[in-house]
Structure formats: structure tokens, C-alpha cells
């Protein structure tokens, strides 16, 4: 076994993009889990697929919506149909020597009395324990399984691994670009309405000029070149900006490294419509240069709208 090392970051987004990642291992070592954290990375993940259609699957070439690149992540274990080790380490060996997508096996492993304890704790039947101990189930399984191990780019011990640590590991080690896997939302809100119980981050821009007592404004929105004019004229505006991209800039990969799918950054003013509103939109803008992938959203104008077509 040799431990696999994070593609070079020369590689192209298309070419890492070709890559089938095959995750077995021991029962109860957390495959499920591992699945579903390369799903959120970017990965179409496929759980207990029949050996028999696993290399029609790869033939059929690895496309996601529209015909775009997407890697995917195969489960298999003892309990999928048709597994046998000797067929699957055959198929493996064959896919590997093919010129076709990379390919990735993926060992998780874990200690046997701690995987007697989680079937225990979940009163879940190991595969191989229907007549005997549990513990002899998980002893027969590894013993059967030895050669994938042998055979694996990585081997993970989930043994004190805990879910999040496992994520972390996985995006490091497996994401195609560190941003793929999170969405960040940038919602902007009202003081008066109450904070948003889902801000990751939250931002005060009271401190900017309102366009609430200009008249003409007051009707308008964040969105409007008008308010965004009167914004951009005051002088504290460039400055606070530049500190916010200046703390994001390197914060952000952080949360990557958290394993966090969503990130909702919030800014707020007094009345949810203005100020707000226009430092949403430019932060949004200056994401996207970033390469984020963003969603924007404007809590309170939204309210507003609502309240002024029902005449409350």
C-alpha cells in the first residue's frame, strides 16, 4: 500500500475532474459517511453499485449535468451484489492499466473492538455476524478484504476520527478546488427585524451615510445607481471595504477546511434597504472575482415589497 499524495496544483480542473474514487473497507469504518462528504466536494457518489455494472458505469465516462466533467465516488463492500475480492481487485488492476479516468481506492479501516461498539450502539447486524459474534463477523470480513487494503492508494483509521476530522481530511486530500464543495451566501438585513439566526459572519454598516432622508432615494434600493452614488460618496466607505476583502481573503479557506458546505456572510443597516443592500451586492461581486460560488439575498427588502403591495 503507498498513501496517496493531493494531485499537483498544475493539474487542470478538467483532468482531476476524470476521476473515479472507489471507497471500501471494513463495515461500519464510516463509508457512508465518506460518501456523502465527497458529495458535498463536488463528487456524484454512488453507494453499494453491483460490481457487474461498475465497469459499465466507468465506460460511460464521468459527465455531470449539461455534459460537464464530475468525478464520482463508488461505495463498495462485502455486502454489495456480486462482490467478490478476487473480482474486484481484477477489475481494479484492469482499470488501472486502461487509459481511461484516474483511478482511486480508498480503504477505510478501523479497530475491532470500536467497530463492535458502533453496530452495538446502532443494534445494527453486522454483515458477516447473522450466526456468530459480532466480533468474529468484523475479524472474517477483514481477514476476507485484506488484499483491497493491500491494494489501496490510502488507507484512513476512522478509530478516533470523528466526523468532522474525516471531512477535513477528505477535502484536503480529494477536493478538486478547495471552494467547489461550499456555497456562501450574502443576505442583507434590517436591524429592526432582528439578526439572521443563520449568519456564519455579521457586518454593521450603520456607520455609512443613509440615503433614507434624501427623498429621492428613500423609495429605492441598494441596487439603484442612485442610492449606490450617494453610498459611494462617503469617504468611509473605500476603507471599510478594503479591510473587509483584506479579512475574508485569507478567513475563508479556513471555513473550507472546517468541512462547511453553506457560509452566509450578513450585513446589516437600519432599515434592511439601502446600505446594506449596496455593500451585499459589491461583497457578492467581489466573491465571484474570487471564484466563489454565490447566492444573494435581500432579507428585509423582500419584506418591504411585501408590506408595501399589502398596504400594511
Given at each position: 500500500m ?10 487542470s ?49 464521468c459527465?455531470g ?10 461505495g ?11 473480482r ?76 468532522g ?14 471552494r ?19 449568519a ?20 429605492l ?22 479591510h ?6 485569507p ?14 456572510i ?8 439601502h ?15 474570487q ?22
Open positions: 503507498t498513501d496517496m499524495t493531493p494531485a499537483p496544483a498544475s493539474a480542473l478538467a483532468t482531476l475532474s476524470d476521476r473515479i474514487v472507489l471507497v471500501t473497507g471494513l463495515s461500519g469504518a464510516g463509508r457512508t459517511a465518506c460518501l456523502k462528504a465527497l458529495e458535498d466536494i463536488g463528487y456524484e457518489a454512488i453507494d453499494n453499485l453491483p460490481i457487474g455494472l461498475l465497469r459499465l458505469l466507468i465506460d460511460g465516462g459527465s449535468p449539461g455534459g460537464r466533467p464530475r468525478p464520482i465516488a463508488i463498495v463492500d462485502i455486502r454489495t451484489r456480486d462482490f467478490e475480492v478476487e474486484v481487485t481484477a477489475l481494479i488492476d484492469q482499470l488501472r492499466a486502461d487509459s481511461g479516468p484516474e483511478i482511486r481506492l480508498l480503504f477505510l479501516d478501523c479497530d475491532t473492538e470500536v467497530l463492535a461498539r458502533r453496530f452495538t450502539e446502532t443494534r445494527r447486524r453486522h454483515p458477516l455476524a447473522a450466526d456468530r459474534p459480532v466480533i468474529d463477523g468484523i475479524e472474517l470480513e477483514r481477514q476476507r478484504i485484506a488484499p483491497l487494503r493491500e491494494r489501496a492508494d490510502q488507507v484512513i483509521d476512522t478509530t478516533d476520527l470523528a466526523p476530522d474525516l471531512r477535513r481530511r477528505l477535502w484536503a486530500e480529494y477536493a478538486l478546488d478547495p467547489q464543495g461550499v456555497t456562501i451566501t450574502v443576505l442583507s438585513f434590517s436591524y429592526r427585524e432582528g439578526l439572521p439566526r443563520e456564519d459572519l455579521v457586518f454593521d454598516v450603520r456607520f455609512l451615510d443613509n440615503p433614507h432622508y434624501d427623498p429621492a432615494l428613500r423609495p434600493d441598494g441596487r439603484d445607481a442612485a442610492v449606490a452614488a450617494h453610498i459611494e460618496g462617503d469617504s468611509g466607505l473605500q476603507p471599510f471595504f478594503g473587509l476583502t483584506a479579512m475574508l481573503g478567513l475563508l479557506p479556513r471555513y473550507y477546511q472546517e468541512g462547511k458546505s453553506y457560509l452566509t450578513a450585513i446589516g443597516c437600519t432599515g434592511g434597504r446600505r446594506s443592500v449596496y455593500v451585499a451586492e459589491r461583497l457578492a461581486v467581489w466573491l465571484e472575482q471564484g466563489q460560488r454565490v447566492i444573494v439575498s435581500h432579507r428585509d427588502v423582500e419584506r418591504w415589497e411585501s408590506r408595501q403591495k399589502s398596504g400594511i
